[in-house]
């Protein structure tokens, strides 16, 4: 995941406001709210912050 650290630190969880960790899984990139989990894809290094979009947590 190539996304910078200047944009990691100031975008945060549309739905609660939350942090986002940037996590690697394989096969898929995904930047994780530490506050209520939702997990938001990142596409071609450009995280899709919809939350439509995230995948719930488990």
Do not use: F, W
Not at 9 to 30: K, Q, Y
């Amino acid at each position: 995941m190539n996304i910078d650290q200047g944009l990691l630190d100031i975008i945060v969880c549309p739905d609660c406001h939350g942090e986002l960790e940037a996590r690697a899984t394989i096969g898929a990139e995904e930047l994780v709210c530490t506050s209520c989990g939702l997990a938001y894809p990142v596409r071609d290094d450009i995280p899709v912050l919809l939350v439509d979009e995230a995948r719930k947590p488990a």
